[in-house]
């Protein structure tokens, strides 16, 4: 988790008792048990007219499988207040998105009625809807992406930017520095995968699990348009991804180096 945590402050100077507390919060978060690649803190003091004092704004973005959640808050007089209760909205969220896939695992398990699967009724008309619903999403990205360097991007330009961002090269992306890579890394990141999302559809794959075959219900794609398995094959994949993390964190803390290697 720390290695995933993104922390940036902006107007203000952040104590080191502030800063410590917000890592613990967002480890907690993990200790949860969701796999939570990536969370960006944000910590802001939002200009205000003098009326009203100043508050902090404390704002997270928790990217996990599939999907991206945002954390908006109403700025807080007392800066740690805000930050607990930043934190409790993404806990509560992130226990939202754990208790809806469950019950779609326990309805398929007791053999309900599930919701009309893509296969079940392959018209054009459902092509259409996936393909509207792919554009409205991937248009809300370049949006966002647009927004935040704050100019026009053509298409050919985002993927020029992916390209820059999956090099670490800077400098070909022309931005100023206070661009916030982190996120622009993870929008980018969506836009691939929604890419990848068009290409399936027009290839047939799209909406079926990658593992086990079976048809990825569609009101989970509508909420995660490039879900790429059932929610059964991706909690069994996450739970493996977690052993071997582990695995690889017991070799790394307890595997002497090889003979004749140069340390550092
Ligand atoms: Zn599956």
Not at 129 to 149: N, S
Not at 156 to 173: K, Y
């Amino acid at each position: 988790m720390n290695r995933s945590l993104t922390l940036t402050v902006r107007n203000l100077s952040l104590s080191d008792v502030a800063a410590g507390l917000i890592r613990e919060h967002a480890e907690k978060l993990e200790s949860l048990g969701h796999p939570i690649t990536a969370c960006r803190v944000v910590v802001d003091v939002p200009h205000r007219h003098h009326h009203q004092g100043k508050a902090y704004d404390v704002h997270i973005t928790l990217a996990v499988p599939g999907a991206e959640l945002v954390i908006n808050r109403e700025p807080h007089e007392d800066l740690y207040v805000a930050i607990r209760d930043a934190f409790d909205a993404a806990r509560r969220r992130l226990d939202d998105v754990r208790r809806r896939s469950a019950s779609n695992t326990r309805r398929r398990r007791n053999g309900a009625k599930a919701p009309p699967s893509i296969s079940i009724e392959p018209g054009a008309a459902r092509k259409d809807h996936i393909r509207a619903m792919l554009h409205r999403e991937r248009d809300a990205v370049i949006d966002d992406v647009e927004t935040q360097i704050g100019r026009r991007l053509e298409e050919a330009g985002i993927e020029q930017m992916g390209a820059a961002l999956d090099v670490e090269d800077r400098a070909a992306l022309d931005l100023s520095e206070d661009v916030d890579l982190a996120l622009l890394g993870m929008r980018y990141r969506k836009y691939k995968d929604l890419s990848d999302a068009f290409r399936r559809l027009e290839d047939g794959t799209y909406g079926r699990c990658e593992t086990c075959g079976i048809d990825i219900l569609l009101h989970r794609l509508e909420v995660e348009p490039s879900a790429r398995h059932c929610v059964g094959c991706l909690e069994r994949l996450e739970a493996l991804e977690r052993v071997e993390r582990e695995e690889q964190r017991f070799k790394t803390a307890y595997t002497p180096p090889p003979r004749g290697s140069v340390a550092g």
